[in-house]
C-alpha cells in the first residue's frame, strides 16, 4: 500500500465529479439565517406548536456544545440520522458506482458493505489477522485504483478490541483515498480517540454515536468528524433537515450531562470486567476475547444450541457463529449487574 506521495490531499480530486458540480438544494433556512419576527418563507403551519417550524439544517447548537466537549471546531463536524446515514453519505459521495470500491477489514460492522452494495459500489475484503487487527500485509494485495474509502473499527465490532494505533496510522498515512474510523465503542476503552488528529490527517473521518455510551440509541444521532472540507461535501448531499428538533433538543440536554454518561460506562466496564472473569470460569466457555467495548465476544462450545438454549429463557444474546473468524462465537451485550447475573446463572444451568 503506497498510493500517497506527500501529506497533501485535494478532497475536491477525491470527491465524484457530479456530486462536485451539483448545485445543492438550498432550503428556506439556508437562505434566511438571521433573527425575525415574522416568518413567511417555508410555508410552515404558523399556529404554535412545538414543532410547526422546521429545524436547524446544521444544527449549529448541538455542534458548539460537542466541539467544545470534544475539543474539535463546530465546522469539522457533521450530524445524521445515526452513524448508518454518514456511513452510507461517505460512500455517495466519494464512489463512482459500478466501478469504484471500498475496503473492509472482516469481520466487521455489517452496514459497511450493506451501503456499498446498495450504491452498487465494490466491496473489498482483508481479513484481520488471528487476534483481530489490521494486516498490514495483506492491503497491498487487495486494493486498487478503484478504492476510494478504507472503513476500519476500533474497537471493532463484534470482536470487540482497538486495532492497533500505528497500523491505523499507517493506513492513513500511506492511503490517498478517505479512511474512516469507526469509534462506535470508544468510550469504553482507555485507548485515544482519532477525533484529535484531524489537523494531521486530511483524509481522516471519525464516526462516533449516541447510540451506545449516551444511552440514546432510539434518537438516531450519530456524528462524523473531518475536515471542514469533507464535512461540506456531506452537507451538500444530505437531506436538508435530516436531523429533527426533537432530537437536538435532547441531544443538547444529554450533553449537559456528560458525568452521567461517564458513570454508565464506569459501572459497564466494571460489570464487563466481571462478566469476562465469570464467563473464563464456565466449562462450555472456550475463550473470552479482550473487549475494550460494552460487549464480550465468546467462543464456545456450540454457539447455535447455546443461543437456542438462551432464549428459551428468554435471554437474547447475539449468534455470530456464521461471521468470518467467528466459529461458535456469541456476543453478549453487558447489561445491567441483575441481567449479566441472570445470564451467567443460566449459562451454570446449560
Ligand atoms: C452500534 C454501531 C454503530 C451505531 O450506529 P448508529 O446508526 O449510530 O446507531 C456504528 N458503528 C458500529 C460499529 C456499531 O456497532
Given at each position: 500500500?503506497?498510493?500517497?506521495?506527500?501529506?497533501?490531499?485535494?478532497?475536491?480530486?477525491?470527491?465524484?465529479?457530479?456530486?462536485?458540480?451539483?448545485?445543492?438544494?438550498?432550503?428556506a433556512r439556508d437562505e434566511f439565517k438571521g433573527e425575525a419576527e415574522v416568518y413567511l418563507d417555508a410555508n410552515e403551519n404558523p399556529y404554535p406548536?412545538?414543532?410547526?417550524?422546521?429545524?436547524?439544517?446544521?444544527?449549529?447548537?448541538?455542534?458548539?456544545?460537542?466541539?467544545?466537549?470534544?475539543?474539535?471546531?463546530?465546522?469539522?463536524?457533521?450530524?445524521?440520522?445515526?452513524?448508518?446515514?454518514?456511513?452510507?453519505?461517505i460512500i455517495r459521495a466519494f464512489c463512482e458506482p459500478n466501478q469504484d470500491s471500498i475496503l473492509i477489514t472482516e469481520p466487521t460492522y455489517g452496514m459497511y458493505s450493506v451501503c456499498a452494495e446498495?450504491?452498487?459500489?465494490?466491496?473489498?475484503?482483508?481479513?484481520?489477522?488471528?487476534?483481530?487487527?489490521?494486516?498490514?500485509?495483506?492491503?497491498?494485495?487487495?486494493?486498487?485504483?478503484?478504492?476510494?474509502?478504507?472503513?476500519?473499527?476500533?474497537?471493532?465490532?463484534?470482536?470487540?478490541?482497538?486495532?492497533?494505533?500505528?497500523?491505523?496510522?499507517e493506513v492513513l498515512k500511506r492511503f490517498y483515498g478517505i479512511v474512516v474510523i469507526d469509534e462506535a465503542y470508544i468510550d469504553f476503552t482507555k485507548g485515544k480517540s482519532f477525533v484529535n488528529e484531524l489537523d494531521k490527517y486530511p483524509n481522516l473521518v471519525v464516526l462516533q454515536t449516541f447510540s451506545k455510551a449516551w444511552g440514546l440509541a432510539g434518537l438516531r444521532l450519530g456524528m462524523a468528524f473531518a475536515s471542514p472540507e469533507i464535512i461540506a461535501v456531506l452537507n451538500k448531499i444530505k437531506y436538508p433537515y435530516n436531523v429533527n428538533i426533537r432530537t437536538q433538543d435532547l441531544a443538547l440536554e444529554a450533553l449537559d450531562n456528560v458525568a452521567r454518561k461517564e458513570s454508565w460506562v464506569e459501572e459497564i466496564i466494571e460489570e464487563r470486567e466481571e462478566m469476562v472473569k465469570a464467563l473464563k470460569k464456565l466449562p462450555i466457555v472456550d475463550k473470552v476475547y479482550p473487549s475494550d467495548a460494552n460487549f464480550v465476544l465468546v467462543k464456545v462450545k456450540d454457539a447455535h444450541q447455546t443461543y437456542r438454549e438462551l432464549m428459551d429463557q428468554k435471554i437474547i444474546v447475539r449468534d455470530r457463529s456464521k461471521v468470518t473468524l467467528c466459529y461458535n462465537c456469541i456476543r453478549i451485550t453487558i447489561g445491567t449487574p441483575e441481567e449479566n447475573k441472570r445470564l451467567l446463572q443460566a449459562l451454570k444451568e446449560l
Open positions: 500500500m503506497s498510493r500517497r506521495a506527500n501529506n497533501f490531499i485535494d478532497i475536491n480530486t477525491l470527491v465524484r465529479k457530479n456530486v462536485l458540480n451539483m448545485k445543492p438544494y438550498s432550503s406548536s412545538p414543532y410547526n417550524r422546521y429545524p436547524d439544517p446544521l444544527q449549529w447548537r448541538v455542534k458548539e456544545k460537542l466541539a467544545e466537549i470534544k475539543g474539535v471546531q463546530p465546522e469539522q463536524i457533521f450530524l445524521g440520522n445515526g452513524s448508518d446515514e454518514p456511513i452510507d453519505l446498495v450504491n452498487a459500489v465494490n466491496v473489498q475484503q482483508v481479513l484481520l489477522t488471528h487476534d483481530f487487527d489490521i494486516d498490514l500485509d495483506a492491503f497491498p494485495k487487495t486494493f486498487d485504483a478503484t478504492t476510494k474509502v478504507i472503513y476500519l473499527c476500533s474497537p471493532n465490532n463484534p470482536t470487540g478490541n482497538l486495532l492497533s494505533r500505528d497500523k491505523i496510522v
